[in-house]
């Protein structure tokens, strides 16, 4: 998809500094707070864009497959798989539509890809047709209803990003979703993105926990 083929070079910046890499430090904590990863596991990653996640689950022991819109972003995903020194399957592919057999995974990882996903619990049926019996289902999403959400909802942000095309969801919006499956929620990144850089640290997030709607929010269901 062109508006995400266009950021594909200048995406994995925001991890280079501070506030972007202790972002990702918490949002990470987060997943795997929830998600349990076992060596071997044959995973999905929706939405995988420049292959972070996947590199980070094949880091772990799973055998990993990634699924992206964007083919520049599958390219340098795969770039960084091979230096690496992972083999990893990356497809162009949307989640509406998976090209697996059914059961083929035994879990289904998405981390910041369900922004941009219309009608989330058609692409949720779809994770949940892929995955195992007892196969676990990880979505994590920037929060609606966060300082984080109303940020890039924002007129000057979203209409000159990739958020222009964005669909946030709260927590209590995922914890709807196929209830009977739900196992863990949780959110993080408490830490405003009016902050300044110093100020991004585990002291201040840990601080601010509770108190106010965390950015990332991620659910965890098991089929």
Known sequence: MAVFDAIADSYDRWYEDSKGSFIDK????????????????NILDIGCGTGNFSIKLAEMGCKVTGIDISDKMLDIARKKAEKAGYHIDFYLMDAYNLKFA??????????????????????????????????????????????????????EVRENSVFKYAHFKTLEEMKSWKK?????????LFIPPSAKEEEFNLQNEQKLAGKTKGGYICALWRK
């Open 102 to 155: 059914d059961e083929q995974f035994d879990g289904v990882f998405s981390m910041a890809a369900f922004e941009f996903i219309a009608q989330p619990e058609k692409a949720l049926d779809e994770l949940f047709r892929v995955v195992k019996k007892g196969g676990q289902v990880l979505v994590g999403t920037i929060s609606r209803e966060s300082s984080w959400g109303r940020f890039y909802l924002s007129e």
């Open 180 to 188: 009977e499956n739900l196992i863990g929620t949780g959110e993080c």
């Open 26 to 41: 918490v949002e990470t904590d987060l997943a795997f707070k929830l998600f349990k990863v076992e060596k071997g596991m």
